[in-house]
């Protein structure tokens, strides 16, 4: 079973630039796509974007799609999440994902981080 610890997270105004990132441990001879999904207070959880193992597939929500960037280091078993433009709305509990291959839904992913906060607010 992956582990996975997010950080990188904070309070930032609207239009500022956040760089999160995943560390994963343990089951690392399997590959795996990476997701990034948040939760907003009183909301579901919500797809963010996805890399594929190789980081040659991505897929990112409309909502994100053109601010946000998804990538990955295999070499550091690392996955970034930049966030550029933030917006209030982008307020949320982010977490990462792991899976065998990309996905959207929360369902299809088995192993989660513990999350972390992000918060734009002037």
């Known amino acids: 079973q992956v582990q996975l610890v997010e950080s990188g997270g904070g309070l930032v105004q609207p239009g500022d630039s956040l760089r999160l990132s995943c560390a994963t441990s343990?089951?690392?001879?399997?590959?795996?796509?990476m997701g990034w999904f948040r939760q907003a207070p009183g909301k579901e959880r919500e797809f963010v974007a996805v890399?594929?193992?190789?980081?040659?597939?991505?897929y990112y929500a409309d909502s994100v799609r053109g601010r946000f960037t998804i990538s990955r280091d295999n070499a550091k078993n690392t996955v970034y999440l930049q966030m550029n433009s933030l917006k209030p709305e982008d307020t949320a509990v982010y977490y990462c994902?792991?899976?065998?291959?990309?996905?959207?839904?929360?369902?299809?992913?088995?192993?989660w981080g513990q999350g972390t906060q992000v918060t734009v607010s002037s």
């Open positions: 343990g089951g690392t001879s399997r590959r795996y796509a």
């Open positions: 890399v594929s193992w190789s980081g040659g597939y991505t």
């Open positions: 994902a792991a899976r065998e291959n990309p996905a959207t839904r929360p369902a299809d992913f088995g192993s």
